[in-house]
């Protein structure tokens, strides 16, 4: 089976812009998350998509969104880029049926400056 | 704030040795207890899951969780120096949220 997989992978974006991020899940899956990885904070849960709803979200602005389409893909958006935001974008897609190990994609890694 | 708690290391073993990795974890609720291994650079690779009380074996890893210590670790046996990297422990709470520990960065000696 093919894995998770992100793009783009490098993306460097100006203060102020807006971006999105996108993830395909492996084959099966219904269930994507997004995180967060910087040096300082961590890796960092965003949301989870299942079944194209929102069903669980972490404690970030509302300039990070998400949605995810009826194939399981997601994509992530992030309005008004700050400095801040320059990190490691990360997906991770799960089975379900029991199962709740995540697999997480390569990665989209943001600058902004 | 449900937290999860790993030694930042770096942990260090020679080659041949046994490397034991430890992580604490707030939420006594927390379902289902993951580590993933995480290379300079790269994405987090999912190495061990357990769900159960008790020790889980796969090849040179073993995982054991104790959740009435709240307490997971795991260990890996004749380590390597491709083991070297940082792993992360991760914790899905009762709501199958996951939350991951800082990581510790295990160093093998050749």
């Known amino acids: 089976k093919a894995g998770v997989t992100q793009t783009p992978r490098y993306l460097i974006k100006t203060r102020g812009q807006q971006v999105t991020l996108s993830c395909s899940p492996i084959s099966g899956h219904r269930s994507v998350s997004w995180y967060q990885q910087t040096p300082g904070q961590g890796l960092q849960f965003l949301f989870e998509y299942f079944s194209e709803t929102q069903r669980n979200k972490g404690n970030f602005p509302g300039r990070f969104s998400g949605r995810q389409f009826s194939n399981s893909r997601s994509e992530m958006n992030v309005s008004t880029l700050e400095l801040g935001d320059s990190a490691l974008y990360l997906c991770a897609s799960k089975g379900g049926g029991g199962k709740y190990e995540q697999y997480f994609g390569p990665g989209t890694r943001l600058t902004v400056t | 704030q449900k937290e999860v708690e790993q030694n930042s290391g770096p942990l260090s073993v020679p080659e041949g040795a046994i490397a034991s990795l430890n992580c604490t974890y707030s939420?006594?609720?927390?379902?289902?207890f993951f580590w993933y291994r995480q290379y300079s650079g790269k994405s987090p690779e999912l190495i061990m899951s357990i769900y159960s009380n008790g020790d889980k074996e796969d090849g040179r890893f073993t995982a054991q969780l104790n959740k009435a210590s709240q307490y997971v670790s795991l260990l890996i046996r004749d380590s390597q120096p491709s083991d070297s990297a940082t792993y992360l422990c991760a914790v899905n709470d009762r709501n199958y949220k996951l939350t991951f520990g800082k990581g510790t960065l295990l160093t093998v000696n050749p």
């Open positions: 939420d006594r609720g927390s379902q289902s």
